[in-house]
């Protein structure tokens, strides 16, 4: 196989333009903060577009879970990095060189920056020659490493670089500093009379003293003295320092194109490894997905809200997780019970779980089969535009208005407590016209609402329902259950919690 990149098998699946703009959906399945947690530590490698990008094969999914798994193996995880890390110096070499004024200081870095990338490459040679590797993409990027190695380009540019620097070594100068002048002259193998001066004095030297040595400035760029003396040991040395500007004018596109894109798309994988890790260090569970594209039978087991899981694991918090499943004609997860029970959080993770598994990496759960959907539509609660002069029941129908148009039968709907500024009835009558409508289209689809009559409207339909502590209504125990909606909201346990009850306030008011 010919590799053409580490994200992605086949050339035709990258023609398209990297996106900026994260989905529409993102805000409402808090995916926004997962992409964010996932990327902070990796700003240079701008890896957000890799994370806004679907892929709506299952062989491109299944080519990314291959080079997950080999990432698995510690040691050629701890190789990439070491290799980005190298190119990573090579990079800030280049960004150095590239503010600097002085040539020769300017040509110098840029060599050393060089270096740096023979020796990333050389060394990576090495280490993926040692490593068991199972992906097509990781045996199609070593195949071409080799051959990208002993190609006589790099031959040549190994060489040359490691002849360069050799040359470059064997400069050595003196200066003889009298009043306001600087001569500069071939080092003669003088006696270096300064570590002779040290062993003089070195027996009379009794305790700690004060150190009156002047500190050499470390800025970055010379300044005009040390300019002019580095032109005139140029001046000593013409052929070794023409070698140098040769090299400079020649290799300024020494970088491979290719090994250049697989440092920065390999931190996809890398970034949202070390990420996982975070999770699996406080026991939770992740695995490769099943994905399905005609069957719509979907589950996980022991999933959880990746977002809301991050917010915990900071604050040492526990996490609960949840299971579902749709089996044969299910269509519609109907999600009911007492506020604050962690429903719009199942919801999230629904959406989440799918999300993640469209862009091949593994998800929350021990064991999930999920959609490869084609358009993924959000229903979540957002604040009145006063410029567009809608109420709020207006504004809910004409954004779902625009969902049932787009969606088709391999959408998933996620809606989250719809048409609440409406009647019981009146939201009652709705919904069960919208219900009608995605049923029929056939997407896949997670409600969350107040309404439990919904729970029960069609046999597609399942029920499931947010739970509480039996003893003490007024806890939750975030536990997403499949069983009949019960009605029960718990509204006078958490009034009594807070001491909002008709009682408790008449004797607010007396006292």
């Not at 530590?41 to 094969?57: H, M, V």
């Not at 701890?78 to 002085?102: G, N, P, T, V, W």
């Not at 080092?187 to 040595?213: H, L």
């Not at 999933?303 to 997780?321: E, H, M, P, Q, R």
């Amino acid at each position: 196989m010919k590799f053409h990149s580490i994200l992605l098998e086949r050339r035709e699946d990258s023609i398209h333009k990297e996106t900026c703009e994260a989905p529409d959906f993102f805000s409402d399945l808090n995916l926004d903060q997962i992409i964010d947690a996932i990327t902070s530590s990796k700003q240079e490698y701008k890896l957000k577009p890799f994370f806004y990008t679907s892929l709506y094969d299952i062989a491109a999914i299944r080519y990314r879970h291959e080079i997950f798994h080999d990432l698995e193996d510690e040691n050629l995880f701890e190789h990439i990095k070491s290799f980005a890390q190298k190119m990573l110096s090579m990079r800030e070499h280049l960004a150095k060189a590239d503010k600097l004024y002085y040539k020769y200081q300017k040509e110098g870095l840029f060599l050393e920056a060089v270096e740096i990338y023979c020796v990333a490459i050389t060394c990576l040679l090495h280490d993926l020659a040692l490593i068991d590797l199972k992906s097509r993409g990781f045996l199609a990027f070593r195949e071409y490493l080799i051959n990208y190695a002993s190609s006589a380009s790099v031959k040549s540019l190994l060489t040359e670089t490691k002849k360069l620097i050799t040359d470059l070594s064997t400069v050595r100068y003196c200066m003889l500093i009298k009043d306001n002048s600087v001569k500069v002259r071939k080092y003669e193998s003088e006696i270096d009379y300064s570590a002779e001066v040290e062993r003089t004095f070195d027996k009379f030297k009794q305790e700690a003293v004060k150190d009156y040595k002047i500190k050499i400035s470390s800025r970055p760029e010379m300044n005009h003295v040390e300019a002019q003396i580095l032109d005139l040991v140029a001046k000593l040395y013409p052929d070794v320092f023409l070698s140098l500007d040769n090299y400079f004018a020649k290799n300024g596109n020494y970088l491979d194109e290719t090994m250049a894109a697989f440092d920065r798309e390999i931190q996809f994988y890398v970034a949202y490894l070390e990420h996982v890790g975070r999770f699996k260090r406080e026991g939770l569970s992740f695995c490769y997905p099943h994905i399905a594209t005609q069957s719509k039978e979907v589950y996980d087991y022991e999933g959880f809200d990746l977002a809301l899981a991050y917010n915990l694991i900071t604050k040492n918090s526990s996490i609960v997780c949840n299971d579902f499943y749709l089996k044969d004609k299910e269509r519609i997860l109907v999600v009911s019970g007492p506020n604050q029970g962690g429903k719009t959080t199942f919801a999230r993770t629904f959406g989440q779980l799918h999300y993640m598994a469209s862009i091949g990496c593994p998800v929350p759960g021990r064991e999930a089969q999920l959609f490869l959907f084609d358009g993924l539509f959000t229903h979540f609660e957002k604040e009145e535009n006063i410029k567009d002069l809608r109420g709020k029941l207006e504004d809910d129908l004409v954004r779902i208005h625009d969902i049932l148009n787009q969606a088709t039968p391999n959408s998933i709907i996620i809606m989250n407590e719809i048409l609440t500024s409406t009647t019981l009835n009146d939201a009652l009558f709705l919904s069960k016209k919208i219900m009608t409508k995605i049923l029929h289209v056939d997407s896949l689809c997670v409600w969350v609402t107040f309404i439990d009559e919904l729970a029960s409207f069609s046999e597609k339909i399942v029920s499931l329902v947010s739970t509480v502590v039996p003893e003490n209504p007024a806890l939750r125990t975030y536990k997403i259950v499949r069983r009949p909606a019960d009605g029960l909201a718990y509204a006078i346990s958490i009034a009594e919690k807070y001491q909002l009850t008709y009682d408790c306030l008449k004797e607010r008011i007396k006292s």
